[in-house]
């Protein structure tokens, strides 16, 4: 006798994997990124959650899937900007970005930029994922005030520059070297990530 609970649900495969991802979509639109669970993405897709995790390791990969980043691993980013002296962590973090965006020539951020720009949806999920996976842990660790606040303008910079570089290819930026960009672009992260931001801290 069949078990009910396992009636309708979808045999792993490409479709499976489409259905998965347009569920995490919904649900990441309707619940916002920190409140998702791979569980509740499964029960939405009508699949069991080992089913979502043969495709997708966990939430980043799932979210990041979600929004065409498949080779982007915000962990590693993240590695690889902690790892060192914090007075650095600015221009290694911008190494590390453009690094990471440099391995297919820019190939995904012109993909994905347009369709972020384009749909309102997509862009806030892209704004939380930048916050929550790549530059929250880096302000958590810092241990420094208004943390929200420093991963927000360190990622407008970060996004700013993936435009620049990428999308509009203005040059010099669209073609100098990662160090080049790191040592130009690293002491405004820096500031925004460790130094003094004034009375607006205070007002907040």
């Known amino acids: 006798m069949s078990d009910p609970s396992r009636r309708g649900r979808r045999p792993a495969g490409q479709s499976t994997r489409g259905a998965v991802l347009e569920a995490a979509r ?7 990124y920190e409140a998702v669970s791979l569980r509740g993405v499964a029960r939405r897709a009508g699949v069991d959650p080992g089913t979502v995790r043969h495709w997708f390791a966990g939430k980043t990969e799932l979210l990041a899937a979600t929004l065409g980043l498949t080779d982007i691993d915000p962990s590693a980013v993240t590695r690889s900007a902690a790892d060192g002296p914090v007075e650095d962590m600015g221009e290694r973090l911008v190494r590390a970005v453009v690094r990471t965006w440099d391995a297919d020539g820019g190939a995904t951020v012109r993909v994905v930029v347009p369709a972020i720009m384009a749909d309102p949806g997509l862009r806030n999920l892209l704004q939380r994922f930048l916050g929550v996976e790549v ?4 302000v958590q660790r810092l241990g420094v005030a208004d943390a929200e606040l420093r991963a927000s303008l360190a990622g407008s910079q970060v996004a700013g520059l993936m435009m620049i570089r990428y999308v509009v290819g203005v040059e010099p930026l669209a073609s100098a070297s990662a160090d080049e960009l790191a040592t130009l672009v690293g002491p405004t992260l820096q500031r925004y990530l460790t130094g003094d931001l004034g009375d607006v801290t205070t007002a907040r």
């Open 26 to 32: 919904a649900e990441f639109d309707e619940r916002g």
């Open 135 to 138: 530059l929250g842990p880096l």
